[in-house]
């Protein structure tokens, strides 16, 4: 930082007012750095009598492992499914927003957008089960009856639409806002040069998107994927409501699967003893497959970096 | 420079939101407020505030027993916090409330531990909410049909997978039954309407349901699950051909099942769940103000519907003061009389304890003293 040089200059008025910017700010940051500790170690210690017991007394009666690996497993198929959707359209949305939309519908279809990233998960569970899984069952028959073949499709088809396939479904909607925002304030802060430029030398408006536009936008696209795949993972409510749980199975369209954040939501009120230490247990291996995902998001942004137009 | 600090705002929120997102649940623990000294009569008005935490399904009954209790003692208050019944018995015994409601009677063991907050005499268990259990389904222009026990755990455990099979057709001739694919819907959360619910099938089908009686609907069986009855009943009616169970106050359209008792198929009603408690048997080696009572699941008395969820209200037998054995006494009183019941079965629609069971619960909270 630079900011001894700057500060060495400035007046002394001004530099009471630096310091107490920067104390605050820096209080800010070890806040966080402190809540994030503090929840760090309350699940590790809550979790502990898991870790210590008999392996036949954790639930299924196999240890932990065989616990918790099917619903992580399900947990990643949930926030796949869900960014799979939501990805492609949520950038779509974007460019149309910032490039493509004359400025009278641009602002509002980005407030609408906006919206939804307001509406509480318990809504979109219960739309998601009252709603959109009924409606769904004979899309489900027709992919039993037809791709049945592919094991993600294998029939019969689940009657009341409650599946995985349903629940990335709900998840994708409830992304997309995240996804969607994001990625227009950064389309939008593209450099007007480059963007002129790549039309002065011929360029239609798309190849305009693709060498000036997404290229520059690059990192700020995948924060915005990454923070949408932090809600998808961690989205309990929706999850819980919506997907009929069981064990691990390959077939999207069957009852079965289940997340971790479900798996926590629907247990918890009734849970007590070593249940609650799974439960929590289960809660710290969300937190580290978190940790994780962001670590993998950031080392992409930082390789990406010196390519881009950001600098 | 700004899309970096973009990105590491990012980072952060979204690692904060999720360590966020694992902690849904509000968990109000009450300290347990013991009632100001005042030599209150039992039969007076009482006051000071009492703790309760414990099953939720007594949720909705404990709000109407609360608000009519606040009626007759305005200076009194009652917390119940339904954390589950686990959770109530827990707190119980570690002191943390003056009583506890759960779907389970307090096992040995842990009337021996009783005895750390409660004194010598320990806690003793008395029944205060029962409601029945309906098998409930959505079959267009089925009203209701005749199953036997041994039937319903076979469509529970999908070996019986057709509305127009043969065993149940043999049991209602007269039911126009489609060829349709049944759905069995099951609760996805671990609940005392589950647990009451495969109890019964375990007691009268044991050969077909093998599994082990539990809160959680057994693994083995892979089926459509909802959360809540709220969850159960609202898929069930949006499926043709769903089956569930469900507490009858909330099994609104759905059409439920006569089941087999004896020689005869009973209805559910609050009188025949009633009934159920009647021919239970107390728990042997009770003391002999505990009411814990074994449900005879298998009962072959006309009239009786034997699926019913009971629960229970634990108490000391002894307390500190003469203020917080009133309190206890006079709430306990209420909860267990004609009237409380009443208030509970109109709000929640559960079934009324019959009058024996109530003169009993009531002279054993009367037997509360004061710790020597």
Redesign the interface.
Same mark, same amino acid.
């Given at each position: 930082m630079t900011t001894n040089a700057l500060t060495s200059k400035s007046s002394t008025s001004g530099r009471a007012g630096d310091k107490i910017f920067s104390g605050a700010a820096l209080g800010a940051g070890v806040l966080i750095l402190i809540t994030l500790f503090a929840v760090a170690v309350f699940l590790l210690i809550q979790a502990l009598p898991t870790f210590m017991a008999d392996p036949a007394d954790i639930s299924g009666g196999e240890g932990f492992f065989a616990y918790i690996w099917p619903i992580v497993i399900g947990t990643v198929i949930a926030a796949a499914i869900a960014l799979l959707i939501a990805t492609p359209i949520g950038l779509g949305v974007a460019l149309f927003i910032s490039h493509f939309a004359p400025r009278r519908i641009a602002g509002p279809l980005g407030y609408v957008i906006d919206l939804l990233a307001a509406i509480p998960s318990v809504i979109y569970g219960a739309w998601g089960y009252m709603v959109l899984a009924p409606a769904l069952v004979p899309g489900y028959d027709w992919l039993a009856a037809n791709m049945g073949f592919i094991p993600i499709f294998e029939g019969p088809a689940s009657q009341t639409g409650k599946t995985m396939l349903t629940a990335g479904i709900v998840l994708a909607v409830m992304v997309l806002p995240i996804i969607t925002s994001l990625s227009r304030e950064i389309f939008l802060q593209t450099p007007k040069l480059h963007e002129e430029a790549a039309l002065a030398l011929g360029a239609t408006r798309w190849e305009m998107i693709t060498t000036a536009v997404l290229p520059f936008a690059r990192p700020g696209i995948i924060s915005a994927v990454m923070l949408g795949l932090g809600r998808a993972l961690g989205e309990t409510m929706a999850v819980a409501l919506v997907l009929s749980t069981g064990g691990l199975i390959p077939s999207l369209i069957q009852s079965g699967n289940q997340t971790i954040a479900a798996e926590i939501a629907l247990n918890f009120p009734e849970a007590f003893g070593l249940r609650l230490a799974e439960l929590i247990a289960a809660g710290l291996v969300l937190f580290l497959i978190t940790l994780v995902v962001n670590m993998i998001a950031r080392a992409i942004i930082a390789r990406h970096k010196e390519f881009s137009g950001a600098n | 420079m700004?899309?970096?600090r973009? &990105?590491s705002a990012?980072?952060?929120?979204?690692?904060?939101?999720?360590?966020l997102?694992?902690c849904?649940?509000d968990n109000p623990t009450g300290a347990a407020s013991s009632a100001p000294a005042g030599g209150a009569s039992a039969d007076a008005a009482v006051s000071g505030t009492l703790t309760g935490i414990g099953a939720?399904s007594q949720k909705s009954a404990m709000e109407a027993w609360i608000t009519g209790f606040k009626g007759q003692n305005a200076q009194a208050n009652v917390q119940y916090s339904p954390? &589950?019944?686990?959770?109530g018995r827990?707190a119980f015994l570690a002191g943390g409330a003056q009583f506890a409601g759960s779907d389970a009677y307090l096992k040995p063991e842990e009337k021996e531990e009783s005895k750390k907050v409660c004194g010598p005499d320990g806690a003793f268990n008395v029944p205060a909410y029962v409601s029945p259990i309906a098998v409930a389904f959505n079959l267009e222009g089925v009203e209701e049909l005749n199953l036997d026990a041994t039937t319903i755990a076979k469509i529970f455990k999908k070996e019986i997978t057709k509305w127009n099979d043969e065993a149940i057709a043999k049991q209602n001739p007269d039911a126009k039954l489609p060829d349709t694919?049944i759905?069995v819907?099951h609760r996805?959360?671990?609940?005392g309407t589950t647990e009451n619910f495969v109890e019964y099938l375990k007691a009268t089908a044991g050969d077909v349901w093998t599994y082990d009686v539990s809160?959680?609907w057994p693994?083995d069986i892979?089926?459509?699950?909802?959360?809540g009855t709220s969850?159960v009943v609202?898929?069930a009616g949006?499926?043709? &051909?769903?089956i569930t169970y469900a507490d009858f106050s909330a099994v609104g359209d759905l059409s439920t099942v006569n089941v087999k008792v004896g020689d005869e198929y009973t209805k559910i009603s609050a009188e025949a769940a009633a009934k159920a408690l009647e021919t239970a048997t107390p728990v042997e080696g009770a003391a002999k103000n505990d009411l814990a009572l074994d449900l005879k699941r298998d009962t072959t008395e006309a009239g009786t519907y034997p699926i019913v969820l009971l629960s229970y209200h634990i108490y000391c037998n002894t307390y500190k003061d003469q203020a917080t054995v009133d309190l206890v006494k006079a709430f306990g009183k209420y909860v267990v009389s004609a009237e409380g019941q009443k208030t509970a079965s109109d709000s929640a629609g559960n079934a009324p304890l019959s009058t024996s069971i109530e003169e009993k619960a009531a002279a054993a909270i009367d037997s509360i003293t004061v710790a020597k």
């Open positions: - | 700004k899309l970096n973009l &990105g990012a980072a952060v929120l979204s690692i904060a939101a999720l360590a997102t694992a849904g649940s939720s954390d &589950g019944s686990g959770a827990k694919a759905t819907v996805n959360d671990e609940s809160g959680d693994k892979q089926s459509e699950n909802a959360k969850g609202s898929t949006s499926t043709p &051909g769903a």
